[in-house]
């Protein structure tokens, strides 16, 4: 049979998982960062909303 050369070798420790890729640590502070500053311009715009802006 064939050995499988994936495995760590017997007593060499694991290398740990290297994490996330920096383009999604990025992309999840930019879409954090927009849904902040969406919810903050919702609530500091106000509430002019209602059946007379349409009208």
Known sequence: MT???SDAAPGKP?????????????L???AA????????VMLLVGGEHGPGMHG
């Open 33 to 40: 960062t927009a849904a902040v500053a969406l919810v903050l």
């Open 14 to 26: 694991r290398e740990p998982h290297p994490g996330l890729p920096r383009w999604v640590k990025l």
């Open 3 to 5: 050995e499988n050369t």
């Open 28 to 30: 999840a502070i930019g």
